[in-house]
């Protein structure tokens, strides 16, 4: 015969709380493990964004750029490439953060080389998400230099017989940290890209040959991602001077840039004033951070 022990309701109450605590916490521990996955997919699927657009551009499979396959990194490392990261006005430089292609603007106000690396340049700038103004500090990095296989002499052959020396690319490795005292602040890694020729007197030159005659000219290509310091907030994140890379569903502008859906699905995104010179022409980077 079983005998039914009564069991005081404190004891019940006791017992109740412990299998709650215990779902509880294998809840949690399965929400932070999903967390954390979505986290190392966005992460993954940004840093493999940038490097397969530093592989595609050195094995020669971007469409008008190629290469010839000689390293030249050493040959021009001492020579100093911080104005081509400068030189564009910023009311051309284009840039989107997120899957939903919110407009963020990128200003490097300044890009110094360093002294004892001659690889690295130190870099200062602003970013701005709609009116989010946050700083930040970091470094660009050079890692490879490839000279382009075809010279281009622009419209109408306009730079033939002008002793051009050739045209060439830096490719780099960027890593910007924001001011953690600022909302939403965070870091932007990836790889970039700045294109450029060298005159008659061996000087870098900002390569803007054709700007006049290809519809595609771009220039200064960011590609990477933006990640908060606590890892919980990964998008991606890419720029760049006329063009925005790896853009090609967003960006469907054939003579110049033009979202996709501009009047509609991304205009409220921040790209309504793409059209007001204004606007666009304000130096954003001299107003107040925000607070």
Known sequence: MI??????????????????????????????????FICCELFSFAQTEAIKFKADLLNNKVEYKELIGKELKSTFISKDFSRLF?????????GFIGDNY????????????????????????????????????????????????????????????????GEYIVL???SFLENKAQPHSG???????????????????????????????????????????????????NWGDFRIPNSDHFDIGAGDFSPAGYGGKYLQNGWQTLNDEKIENAKWWQWPLSD
Not at 8 to 36: E, Q
Not at 86 to 94: E, Q, R
Not at 119 to 126: E, I, S
């Open 172 to 174: 780099a490795d960027y």
């Open 102 to 165: 919110l407009r963020i603007r990128i200003k490097l106000i300044t890009v110094t080389k360093d002294a004892k690396s001659p690889d690295v340049y130190h870099v200062y700038g602003k970013s701005m998400v709609k009116t989010n103004v946050d700083e930040f500090n970091g470094t660009i990095t050079i890692t490879n230099i490839r000279q382009l296989k075809n010279m281009s002499y622009g419209v109408d052959d306009e730079y033939k017989g002008k002793g051009l020396k």
């Open 3 to 36: 005998r039914i022990v009564p069991v005081h309701a404190a004891v019940w109450a006791g017992i109740n709380n412990c299998v709650i605590d215990f779902l509880y916490l294998r809840f949690m521990k399965r929400l932070s493990l999903t967390f954390v």
């Open 187 to 237: 870091q932007f890694k990836g790889v970039c890209e700045s294109d450029f020729y060298l005159d008659k007197n061996n000087k870098v030159n900002y390569d803007d040959i054709d700007l006049g005659s290809s519809d595609r000219f771009k220039n200064n290509q960011f590609a990477g991602q933006w990640a908060s310091y606590d890892n919980r907030l990964i998008q991606r994140c």
């Open 86 to 94: 400068t030189h564009a006005d910023n009311s051309i430089v284009y």
